[in-house]
């Protein structure tokens, strides 16, 4: 995931107080809203200032964050264990705002001093956390909120709303889905607002994900790496036969075509199988017999090149 700088997107200093915080999330959230704003990027910048607002704001989660230590932002880094689940809550920081007066002094909908014309509803954004398999054949996912609604005299106040929403097969970590007209109902006739799905793909025991393609290791014994074998491999389909060649090393990867994802429009990505070579925990009389016959008959060196480079240093002295 990207690092984003909270303080950054705020304005504030990293030793801000939780004053100085608020007034800065209230000054932005009036000037970039998407319903009043002229930004052309101004509801990317709404959406970001809320959710700096929603971690800032709170004391675990800025003290959390902090621990994160100060990044470039857009830097790629790897959270530590256990934040999404911690602090990706999926509300929407609307907190310390009052939008419909926000409105009447902007002209744009109902309000104490406004008109009554047709005003847009809000837009949600949340987290979809899904396994690799409900990616691999699509799902439907329940998402439930604490989200601004404008009620009958134009004003917004929090509901608790539920709303099912499809993932379609094949989606990828990281991907925004927007659902129209499930966001915040409209006002005096005005659309409905749409919903934003961020997905989370969930840690697979087996997979790993990139983008499309899948990775999984895949264990040999020492014999079936040098004789070869055919391997049963698992993938999201159910376990396939995987042909190992004789003499394969450890790291090399074999690839086991459309095994991964679905891709958007057709065909799928790949998976991949790394070869790890295991050796067994405890050895047996008989299995130490044979290491012990292989060892006083193989003429096989993968040391020599440590020994060419001594000889090469020893004609040089």
């Known amino acids: ?17 939780a004053e100085d915080i608020r007034k800065a999330y209230q000054r932005l959230a009036r000037k970039y809203h998407p319903d009043v704003s002229k930004d052309a990027g101004g509801e990317e910048k709404f959406k970001r200032v809320s959710e700096a607002y929603k971690t800032l704001k709170d004391p675990d989660k800025r003290a959390a964050y902090d621990q994160l230590g100060a990044q470039a932002p857009g830097q790629d880094f790897r959270p530590p264990p256990g934040w999404e689940g911690q602090f990706g809550d999926g509300e929407v920081a609307f907190d310390d705002v009052d939008f419909a007066d926000l409105f009447a002094r902007s002209g744009a909908g109902a309000g104490r001093q406004g008109t009554d014309r047709p005003l ?35 004003r917004l106040s929090r509901v ?13 970590d990281g991907k925004r889905l927007r659902v129209p007209g499930h966001g915040g109902k409209g006002y005096q006739g005005g659309p409905d607002g749409d ?23 895949l264990p040999l014994t020492p014999w079936e790496a040098a004789l070869g074998a055919v391997i049963e491999v698992p993938t999201l389909e ?32 790949n998976l991949y199988a790394t ?30 090149e440590f020994r060419s480079e ?6 040089h002295r």
């Open 120 to 154: 847009r509803g809000p837009d949600y954004e949340a987290e979809a956390r899904i396994t690799l398999e409900q990616a691999f054949a699509g799902t439907v996912v329940e998402i439930h909120l604490a989200a601004p609604e404008f009620d009958r005299s134009g």
């Open 238 to 269: 159910g376990p396939v036969e995987l042909k190992v060649p004789p003499g394969i090393q450890a790291g090399r990867k074999l690839r086991l075509a459309n095994r991964g994802l679905p891709r958007p429009r057709e065909g799928a990505g």
């Open 275 to 304: 070869v790890r070579i295991v050796m067994p925990a405890e050895l047996s009389e008989r299995e130490r017999d044979l290491f012990k016959s292989l060892a006083a008959a193989s003429t096989f060196d993968p040391r020599v």
């Open 195 to 217: 919903l934003y799905l961020d997905i989370v793909l969930l840690p697979h025991r087996l997979f790993r994900v990139d983008h499309h393609d899948l990775y999984i290791d």
């Open 160 to 172: 608790e709303r539920t709303i099912r929403a499809s993932i379609p097969k094949g989606v990828t």
């Open 1 to 17: 995931m990207k690092f984003e700088d909270y303080y950054g997107t705020l304005g504030v200093a990293r030793d801000a107080s």
């Open 310 to 315: 001594a000889d090469h240093e020893s004609r």
